[in-house]
């Protein structure tokens, strides 16, 4: 019973330090502090560090730091296989899928060996769990960013993203990340699609998610 107990304990301490990590880098990342991420990416193992990774690819290539971001992109990229080959896990099937994504949005010349990756990466993901917000949001910026005449959608993308923005009013204290950026992916798609207050309500929603949310503040200023 002791030992029960005990093994419990450590599980809800450990679920605990991980999404504390996972608060900790998504508030360095809106911040677009690559130093911080550097930092945690240092102190941090297993999914916390390839997300770790992942969110200083993004900030480095918004930065224009181009070299940072490819190999940050890549230490991700390893760090989740290594993770799959040992256990299958819908969570890192799906970051998997967004980092392989965000290698052809790098360089587009990627795209014939990426594309399969990501769509055998997101069918793993589903056959574990299809009701993980954060495949349903990967799944809609794939739609987004996928040229049409391969299978991309603006229409899928708001589908999705509309999915993926029901599945998170369900509570998580665990992986959490994507609410707000569910919001503001179907806001883009539907400007895309030529509905700006369309677009501008989702901005909005975003941020009543997640009041500092740096990118859609930055799209509701440029659009208001």
Not at 51 to 74: K, P, S
Not at 84 to 105: F, H, K, N
Not at 137 to 149: D, G, N, R
Request: aromatic share 8%.
């Amino acid at each position: 019973m002791k030992s029960l107990l005990f093994a419990s304990s450590l599980a809800i301490v450990s679920q605990f330090t991980q999404a504390n990590e996972i608060v900790s880098i998504d508030i360095a990342s809106n911040q677009m502090n690559i130093e911080s991420l550097q930092t945690i990416s240092e102190q941090t193992q297993g999914y916390e560090h390839a997300y770790a990774e992942y969110r200083l690819a993004v900030a480095a290539n918004v930065m224009g730091q181009r070299t940072t971001a490819q190999t940050a992109l890549d230490t991700a990229e390893q760090t989740l296989v290594t993770l799959t080959t040992r256990q299958a896990d819908a969570e890192t099937y799906t970051l998997l899928a967004s980092v392989y994504g965000m290698q052809i949005g790098l360089d587009s010349s990627k795209g014939a060996h990426y594309g399969p990756l990501i769509a055998q990466a997101i069918e793993q993901a589903e056959s574990l769990n299809p009701d993980n917000p954060r495949l349903a949001l990967v799944k809609a910026i794939s739609a987004y960013s996928t040229p049409t005449q391969y299978g991309g959608s603006m229409e899928r993308a708001i589908t999705l993203s509309s999915k993926a923005i029901n599945l998170f009013e369900i509570p998580c204290d665990d992986i959490c990340w994507g609410y707000a950026e569910a919001y503001t992916w179907r806001g883009l798609a539907k400007q895309n699609l030529g509905d700006k207050q369309g677009a501008i309500t989702d901005w909005q929603a975003a941020l009543a998610v997640q009041q500092d949310y740096a990118w859609a503040n930055f799209l509701l200023k440029q659009n208001q």
